[in-house]
């Protein structure tokens, strides 16, 4: 579904992102695994597009120069030059790190506000999945996103991204400042959206204990480098990730 290739990503003459190669098949669920710093949102905004919105703004402003070099195969097609707009129309969804919503509206009006592209019905039946998926959702459905928890801020963004109705959806970081709780009940929802609603899954992750289990194949990523690639269960065993990631 998704092939990457040799991707190199600078921010003037920082490499952020160093001869980067993964490949992501239809119906898995790929982790991004990597600390602080180690390029998953440059690799994000690779596959969602975002980088170019970056780079033609950044050359607006007079800013800091963006080169973005390698390929990006979806379904075949390169899709490095190709607006993020147009990628969401191909399907390609991202949910950005520190779940941005819109704090003054409420619950429901975010998932509607998300799917304003849309035809009314489409959109209500997106909100109903999502509900499904996230029943706690359903019930804060009037209240201020701005007055939801950690957690629920995160499921209320996968929703919106899944109004968008992504085929390959990417995550970035969904885990980041939540509970072990909170982290299972949203690794759950995700594995059942490759299961029930047979989408594919790009997730990224500083911690590897919550999703190895549920990866299908992972890459662990050092300053822009890939280091180790394998299946969720290979990489669970490798000496250095268990050395690395689970302190022992
Ligand atoms: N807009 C930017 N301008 C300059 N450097 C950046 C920018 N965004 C990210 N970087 C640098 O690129 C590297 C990768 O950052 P990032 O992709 O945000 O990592 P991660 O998401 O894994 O924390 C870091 O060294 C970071 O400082
Ligand atoms: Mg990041």
Redesign the pocket.
């Known amino acids: 579904m998704l092939v990457v290739k040799n991707l190199m990503v600078f921010?003037e003459n920082?490499l952020?992102l160093n001869d980067f190669s993964m490949e992501v098949r239809e119906g898995e669920i790929v982790g991004v695994i990597?600390s602080?710093?180690?390029?998953?949102?440059?690799?994000m905004n690779s596959l969602s597009g975002l980088i170019i919105d970056?780079r033609v703004k950044e050359l607006r402003k007079g800013g800091?120069r963006i080169t973005v070099y390698g390929e990006i195969l979806y379904n075949g097609e390169d899709i490095v030059e190709v607006k993020p707009s147009d990628r969401v129309k191909k399907g390609i969804v991202l949910s950005r790190?520190r779940h941005p919503v819109f704090p003054e509206s409420s619950v429901l009006e975010n998932l509607k506000i998300a799917g304003y592209l849309k035809k009314r019905e489409e959109v209500r039946g997106a909100i109903s999945s999502v509900f499904e998926l996230f029943p706690a959702l359903e019930d804060l459905k009037n209240r201020k996103a701005g007055f939801l928890s950690g957690g629920e801020q995160q499921m209320l963004a996968i929703g919106m991204a899944l109004v968008v109705g992504p085929r390959l959806l990417l995550l970035d970081e969904p885990l980041l400042g939540l509970s072990p709780l909170v982290q299972k009940a949203v690794v759950d929802a995700i594995v059942r959206l490759r299961d029930e609603g047979s989408i594919t899954v790009v997730l990224?992750e500083q911690f590897a204990r919550p999703v190895l289990p549920v990866i299908d194949r992972g890459y662990i990523i050092e300053n822009?480098m890939l280091t180790l690639t394998g299946s969720g269960a290979e990489l669970m065993e490798n000496p250095e990730i268990k050395s690395a990631y689970f302190g022992v």
């Open positions: 921010f920082a952020a990597g602080n710093s180690a390029g998953k949102t440059t690799l970056m800091e790190e990224s822009g």
